[in-house]
């Protein structure tokens, strides 16, 4: 069974940037697209940004040219770049893989405000 450990959220001015990490464990991280996922209050959980175990990547609209998804399938890291953040980002965010696994992580909290 994959597990995943989220960090590196917290609180940030409108505007600023935060690069969020996910270590999973288990072997069988790099044969499985991966994606970031945010769950804001009050809404469901949604994917926000994948890469395929070749290195494509897909973004929801509201995040395109602001946040950047990357992996390192050797440490069995998945890495979120989040620049020009505004508050509607603030949320929850995970890592999966894409689809998701039944079992999540913890997440980290991202908040944006002023």
């Known amino acids: 069974q994959v597990q995943f450990v989220e960090s590196g959220g917290g609180l940030v001015q409108p505007g600023g940037s935060l690069i969020l990490s996910c270590a999973a464990s288990g072997s069988i991280f790099s044969i499985y697209a991966m994606g970031w996922y945010q769950k804001a209050p009050g809404k469901q959980r949604e994917l926000v940004a994948a890469?395929?175990?070749?290195?494509?990547?897909n973004y929801l609209d509201s995040v395109k040219g602001r946040f950047t998804i990357s992996r390192d399938n050797a440490k069995n890291t998945v890495h979120l770049q989040m620049n020009s953040l505004k508050p509607e980002d603030t949320a929850i965010y995970y890592c999966?893989?894409?689809?998701?696994?039944?079992?999540w992580g913890q997440g980290t909290q991202v908040t944006v405000s002023s």
């Open positions: 999966n893989a894409d689809p998701p696994f039944k079992s």
């Open positions: 890469i395929t175990r070749g290195g494509s990547v």
